[in-house]
């Protein structure tokens, strides 16, 4: 029987799920401000200013946080680790921005939640796992979640090619979530895996960017801070929690970003999730908790 928490141990409980909660509504800000700019910004626009903008600030926290200062922070022996981490979260990040264009936000998030179902087939194919009868059923009915979304509701069909986009986004999260993986094993330090994703990802879609850029417009220069201020917050916060307590804790809450979405996309899109909106949240949100769970039991055994 576990013994009872103190008041020390409850506050700071209260606070790293306030922090993880906060985390996923700034998140949710920032995903309103990319679907504000309606498309009208090169998508590699986007992704520069989200990465170049974040860059300044978590330089400073790497020299503040980490011995040493800066140096120790960006010394890394797994360069091919980080490149593919990199090619991840470009394919996360141009998929995602691209859906929010197109999709309610809350759709774009839901089906962003089926990273820890593409996550148990990579494990399987790149880390050799294996994977009981248990968490396959959860993941093929969490694909049944998607399918439920895709069928005709109120508001017309989903356009097909941003679902595709997104799902495509969903399988880059988690290849690069296999990848951080790897890097975690071997050792190295959160700060170097954020640091060389942010230094890489300005790099790649500033190059993409030359070709296609245009001055934006006053309103799109807000919204483009927005999106890379924003989610430097939200990054911040969702570290304090994840180092503050167990992620046993902490994760569950992350889904909190359908609530915020939903509340964002009804207030300002008029976006009103129909029935098989609902359904086919409930069951990727079930998945999802129900693939946490069976990791938890897994690594207590």
Request: aromatic share 10%; with cysteine; proline share 5%.
């Amino acid at each position: 029987m576990s013994s009872p928490l103190s008041t020390g141990q409850r506050a700071a409980r209260i606070r790293a799920i306030a922090c993880v909660t906060g985390s996923a509504g700034f998140f949710a800000l920032a995903a309103a401000a990319v679907k504000a700019l309606e498309g009208k910004v090169p998508l590699s626009e986007v992704v520069f200013f989200r990465n170049a903008l974040a860059l300044p600030a978590l330089l400073l926290l790497a020299h503040w946080t980490t011995p040493g200062g800066l140096r120790p922070a960006l010394r890394t022996r797994h360069p091919v680790r980080h490149l593919e981490r990199l090619v991840g979260g470009l394919i996360g990040m141009y998929g995602a921005f691209y859906g929010y264009a197109y999709l309610p936000l809350a759709t774009v998030t839901a089906l962003n939640f089926t990273m820890p179902l593409f996550l148990t087939a990579l494990s399987v194919l790149m880390l050799r796992e294996r994977v009981g009868w248990k968490r396959m059923a959860v993941t093929l009915a969490g694909f049944g979640g998607v399918l439920i979304m895709l069928q005709p509701g109120g508001a017309g069909p989903l356009n097909l090619g941003a679902v595709a986009a997104v799902l495509l986004a969903a399988a880059g999260w988690a290849y690069a979530m296999v990848s951080i993986r790897r890097m975690g094993e071997a050792g190295e330090p959160g700060i170097t895996i954020v640091l060389w994703f942010a230094i890489g990802a300005a790099v790649v879609s500033g190059v993409m960017t030359v070709p296609v850029w245009i001055w934006p417009t006053p309103w799109q220069w807000l919204m483009l801070s927005v999106v890379g201020l924003v989610s430097v917050v939200a990054q911040v916060l969702m570290t304090a929690a994840y180092r503050a307590e167990d992620t046993t804790l902490v994760a569950p809450f992350e889904y909190s970003a359908i609530l915020w979405t939903t509340v964002l996309g009804v207030l300002l899109w008029g976006e009103v999730p129909d029935l098989w909106d609902l359904v086919g949240f409930l069951v990727l949100v079930g998945a999802g908790l129900s693939i946490w769970r069976l990791e938890i039991s897994r690594a207590s055994r």
